[in-house]
């Protein structure tokens, strides 16, 4: 018997910065900051203060396990491994909606100005910082054993078979501006909480027949091999696939034929189906007007996000 495993750290920071947040607000044509006799939509960046993205992301791998022989003729193995994954996330330079519309009301702020006075910005309390927190984890255990069944005229039958139990977690938190249902930041990016979790249960078994010749590999041989794979999810359809296959070695092996039928199953991820929404804008446009005209351009609103009734892909 010997025992195996490994461990693994990483720690891994990123930074980038997009351009200053786009904002607009009506200044009515009394307005002493409005320098035009009409009621105008000002809009200003406020370059001083660019959007920044900070990611910290923490991962954390163990495997142990066993391993031995059973007399000449099998063979066995055992492990648990725990992958976990968490991610830390801000995001600076934003702009707070309500302190930004009361900042213009309350006359601190001048949307006509490139430059505010001295303190303004500061005294507007409209810049925050969005914050979300995720966490991705995977809990592992599986026992297989594999081995000689029995001798026949062609060959040795071989056997395998093994389970495993899988446990999968998915989460997520953020600040109240950045959730959907309280979101608070000017045209930025929601970052709904959630958190899922599922259970996996399976087993296989495999058999190896030879059918006729032997593996000396210089005569002729023919091996029929099937194996079967069950599931049983907590969250989704429990699939059971097969696979079925013949080699032939009509002279020696230099020359082989192959046939082989199988299914498959893959089920959705946790982030697929309860994962969070997000709303953004589109990449630029430049679309065709229906019945000629101008372009389009610009970009327009985009939401996109999971689907919890989304089903298993299978094959044949």
Excluded: C
């Amino acid at each position: 018997v010997s025992v195996f495993g490994d461990f693994m750290y990483s720690l891994t920071k990123t930074f980038s910065q997009l351009n200053a947040q786009p904002t607009s607000a009506v200044m009515a044509a009394s307005d002493p900051r409005n320098p035009s006799d009409q009621t105008l939509v000002a809009r200003n960046r406020f370059l001083e203060n660019p959007r920044q993205y900070f990611y910290t992301t923490t991962n954390v791998r163990a495997v142990i396990g066993a391993k031995g022989e059973i007399g000449d003729d099998w063979r066995w193995e055992a492990a648990a491994l725990r992958n976990r994954v968490e991610q830390d996330y801000r995001n600076p330079g934003l702009i707070d909606t309500a302190a930004r519309v009361a900042a213009v009301s309350g006359g601190i702020l001048n949307y006509f100005a490139r430059v505010q006075a001295p303190g303004a910005v500061a005294a507007s309390g409209m810049f925050g910082e969005a914050l979300g927190s995720s966490v991705s984890e995977l809990i592992s255990y599986d026992a297989r054993v594999a081995g000689k069944a029995l001798d026949l005229p062609a060959g040795e039958l071989g056997v395998a078979f093994g389970v495993e139990h899988r446990v999968e977690k998915l989460s997520q938190t953020a600040d109240r501006n950045s959730q959907g249902d309280t979101f608070g930041w000017d045209t930025a990016t929601t970052l709904d909480p959630f958190n899922a979790n599922r259970d996996i249960t399976a087993a296989f078994a495999n058999v190896r027949v030879p059918l006729l010749g032997n593996t000396s590999g210089d005569s002729m041989l023919l091996e029929f091999e099937a194996a079967v794979r069950t599931e049983k999810y907590s969250d989704t359809d429990d699939p059971t696939v097969p696979k079925f296959s013949l080699r032939y070695l009509p002279f020696n092996n230099e020359l082989a034929f192959r046939a082989t039928y199988s299914e498959s199953f893959s089920a959705p991820t946790l982030f697929q189906l309860f994962g969070p929404g997000g709303i953004g804008f589109t990449s630029s446009l430049n679309l065709q007007r229906f019945g000629g005209g101008p372009a389009i351009t610009g970009q327009a609103n985009a939401r996109s996000g999971s689907n919890p009734n989304l089903r298993p892909s299978t094959s044949d």
